[in-house]
């Protein structure tokens, strides 16, 4: 059973845009700190964004800060990854993971705690 679901990839040209949706259950999704990575064929996985349990704050990696908004319905257990001016070195597998942290900086940290979706596939054409 898929309890963190990412969609919303695709192609785009760019300078186009895109935005993820990560959706989980109730239970993986309440009170966990989620957030976005992205990971190259033959790269380390990076972090892109993370934001805290009530959605009040957020944390980017800095190559990243003002072309993507993390952002996150408790309502709808949701959390939004919005991509804009995409670049061709953006193409990558995006992934959403929830993860048990107060510390939002922490919650973006390397490593292969939390519970992670399968993954959605971003592709940007020059």
């Known amino acids: 059973q898929v309890r963190v679901a990412e969609s919303g990839g695709g192609s785009v040209q760019a300078g186009g845009s895109l935005r993820l949706s990560c959706t989980t259950s109730?239970?993986?999704?309440?009170?966990?700190?989620m957030a976005w990575f992205r990971q190259v064929p033959g790269k380390e996985r990076e972090g892109v964004a993370a934001?805290?349990?009530?959605?009040?704050?957020?944390y980017y990696a800095d190559s990243l800060k003002g072309r993507f908004t993390i952002s996150r319905d408790n309502a709808k257990n949701t959390v939004y990854l919005e991509m804009n001016s995409l670049k061709p070195e953006d193409t990558a597998m995006y992934y959403c993971?929830?993860?048990?942290?107060?510390?939002?900086?922490?919650?973006?940290?390397?490593?292969?705690?939390?519970?992670w979706g399968q993954g959605t596939q971003v592709t940007v054409s020059p």
């Open positions: 934001i805290n349990t009530g959605g009040g704050m957020t």
């Open positions: 109730s239970y993986t999704y309440k009170g966990k700190c």
């Open positions: 993971v929830a993860r048990i942290s107060t510390d939002v900086p922490a919650c973006l940290a390397l490593g292969a705690f939390g519970l």
